[in-house]
């Protein structure tokens, strides 16, 4: 299932998100999160948003994806008294790890997750900050299944309606709270 989220901002957390033009490179508006992740208060409301949605004892581990996932998976997972799992660019994890291909715009790139990091059935909700064109929620979800977890979730704080993300995304249950 497909679904949006049923928690709303409430207002306020789009003022907290930068728009950078040309940012990596041209034709990108880069997503920029560190004026919300910098104000206690929004922090904690998207912290607790995304962990309101998983009720205790819903999910076994929280994945977070580099970079920036990583700051958002982190604190849900403690809140929600799991471990905290990253999935990594390749080559930075030290452990026998499984690795993932996507395609970004003009070349391909690799996630990768240790390959002990999920036993096989745990539940698992996954993490991201920007949901672009889908296919690096999409490589984690593929890492998470391959290590014979079950993907509970995928959460991206912000969504890119205009790349169609989700299509990748069929059959799992992404929610996303700001769209653009
Ligand atoms: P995609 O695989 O196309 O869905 O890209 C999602 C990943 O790239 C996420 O990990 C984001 O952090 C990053 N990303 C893609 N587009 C943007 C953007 N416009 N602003 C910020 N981050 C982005």
Redesign the pocket.
């Known amino acids: 299932m497909t679904t949006g989220s049923a928690y709303t901002s409430g207002g306020g957390w789009e003022d907290k998100i930068r728009t950078i033009p040309d940012f990596p490179k041209p034709g ?6 560190t004026p919300l992740l910098g104000d206690r208060a929004t922090f904690a409301q998207v912290v607790e948003g995304i962990a309101s949605l998983y009720g205790d004892g819903q999910v076994d581990k929280v994945c977070g ?5 990583f700051i958002l998976a982190a604190p849900v997972a403690y809140r929600l008294g799991v471990g905290f799992v990253p999935i990594r660019k390749h080559g930075k994890l030290p452990f026998t790890a499984e690795a993932a291909s ?1 395609e ?1 715009e003009y070349s391909q ?1 690799i996630l990768e997750i240790h390959s002990d990091a999920i036993q096989p059935g745990e539940r698992v909700l996954i993490v ?12 984690a979800a593929d890492l998470v299944e391959r290590l014979g977890g079950v993907v509970s979730g995928i959460v ?1 704080l ?1 969504e ?1 309606e205009f ?1 169609n ?1 989700r299509s ?1 995304l069929e059959g799992l249950n992404l929610q996303t709270f700001i769209r653009y």
């Open positions: 990108v508006n880069f997503k920029d999160i994806i580099e970079a920036r996932g996507y970004l790139a991201d900050d920007v949901l672009a064109t889908g296919g690096t929620a999409r490589a991206c912000i890119l790349l993300g990748q």
